[in-house]
């Protein structure tokens, strides 16, 4: 009788929320972000290691999880983007913020769509290299324009950093997340353009993405004034979550069903509702008791995508992205700096702070699942799972080294006085 069961859905969930809680408490004492222990778990679950959870549940039945979770996230990410706070920062934030984004797509596309092709071959894939090749190289571009912020706080916490590289480090970090989203945007409406029958056109290659990101923008906005206008009026906690949940998920479909942006939508969502809403805080904080359970079922159910066939190639390709990705945001931001005249240790070191690389990264990866052939969707999820595990070893060393070597780690400092 034993011998008969299968693993199903439900049973999937709570492995993964339970094998997901322990092995992020595990991190955190290996003094790891908890979403590594989260994508950990999901691997040692996957089919090609212990294949507790089977591979259709993955890839089809459990996507929902991935269309709530990135729903959640891209609203929260809106949310942070205050306008008064983002007034505060400069003008120096949004130059070097743009400088070092594009310079993280454009270094990764380029060296992608040159490079691939001699690191795997598909050539057993139907389609031609521009159906291939340059869709795999843009969607992965657009993703690695993403740094994720927890990382980044945790370290700043910790050495108590202040100063204008600190100051200037989480703004740019505040809005690298939106930046990515955007530049998603463009890159999965131009894939659809470059597999398209009939082929590339000048209209589908800039036309189509600008129209996608203004009319996922209009939704979000028309959405986000409603959820304004509705918020004042909800008095209980538990509703306030009721209708900010309902309203974030039917933004997500409604987007996904005219062809926009889910993500872009629901972060205007968010953007409204934190600039215009009378106590918008109280919806943020509700949302505060759903975002963990969430981000434990996205994050150990994307390590369960990990795939042993391919992770040879696919490591030789996440490796490369951390390369390329570092290349991009450490001259990007030189060329921000030095464009908006900002304090030269922000020229010299603000590069080496913004590798760490997690949430919005998958997140944004799992919207391609449509775009490309389901080979090159396993290569290219399992080439960014890499990359993230190698940000989280990298990242948080270059993260300190930054802020020592720019004299703002004043723990740090005085317990290093106090030693000598």
């Known amino acids: 009788m034993m011998g008969s069961f299968e693993i199903g859905p439900l049973e999937s969930l709570g492995i993964l929320l339970l094998c997901g809680y322990f092995s992020g408490r595990l991190a955190n004492r290996l003094r790891f972000p908890r979403v590594t222990g989260y994508i950990a778990a999901g691997i040692l679950l996957s089919p ?13 039945r459990l996507s929902i999880i991935n269309d709530i979770a990135l729903a959640v996230i891209a609203f929260s990410i809106g949310g942070s983007l205050i306008f ?92 690298d997340d939106a930046m990515a989203i955007i530049l998603y945007a463009f890159a999965s409406t131009a894939v659809q353009a470059l597999t398209q029958a009939g082929g590339p056109s000048l209209y589908r290659m800039a036309a189509e993405p600008a129209l996608t990101i203004f009319g996922s923008i209009a939704l979000g906005a028309l959405l986000g004034f409603l959820l304004s206008l509705m918020a004042p009026r909800i008095n209980k906690k538990e509703s306030r979550l009721i209708v900010l949940l309902g309203t974030t998920f039917l933004c997500s479909a409604i987007a996904a069903h005219l062809g926009l942006s889910p993500l872009l939508a629901c972060m205007m969502v968010g953007f409204l509702v934190a600039n215009t809403a009378r106590h918008s805080g109280r919806l943020f904080q509700a949302l505060e008791d759903v975002e963990e359970p969430i981000f434990v079922l996205f994050f150990s159910l994307a390590g369960a995508h990990f795939d042993f066939t391919v992770i040879k190639t696919a490591g030789a390709i996440g490796f490369l992205i951390l390369l390329c990705r570092f290349a991009g945001k450490f001259f990007g931001t030189r060329l921000g700096a030095g464009l908006s005249h900002a304090p030269s240790v922000v020229k010299r070191y603000l590069g080496y702070g913004l590798l760490p690389s997690a949430g919005v990264t998958l997140g944004l990866i799992f919207m391609a699942r449509s775009l490309v052939q389901p080979p090159v969707f396993e290569m290219m999820v399992n080439a960014v799972l890499a990359s993230v595990i190698l940000n989280e070893l990298v990242a948080p060393p270059l993260v300190k080294y930054a802020l020592k070597a720019a004299g703002e780690a004043v723990e740090a400092s005085h317990e290093n006085k106090r030693d000598s």
């Open 48 to 60: 090609s290691v212990s294949g507790i959870i089977p591979a259709e549940l993955t890839q089809t």
């Open 84 to 175: 008064s706070k983002l007034k505060l920062l400069g003008k120096k934030i949004f130059i070097i913020n743009l400088t070092e984004a594009l310079g993280a797509f454009c270094v990764t596309f380029t060296l992608l769509a040159l490079l691939s092709p001699s690191i795997f071959q598909l050539n057993h894939f139907s389609g031609s290299s521009a159906e291939v090749y340059l869709p795999f190289a843009l969607i992965i571009a657009a993703v690695s324009a993403a740094t994720a912020p927890a990382a980044i706080m945790a370290i700043v916490h910790e050495y108590k950093a202040r100063g204008p590289l600190t100051t200037t480090l989480l703004g740019v970090v505040a809005l």
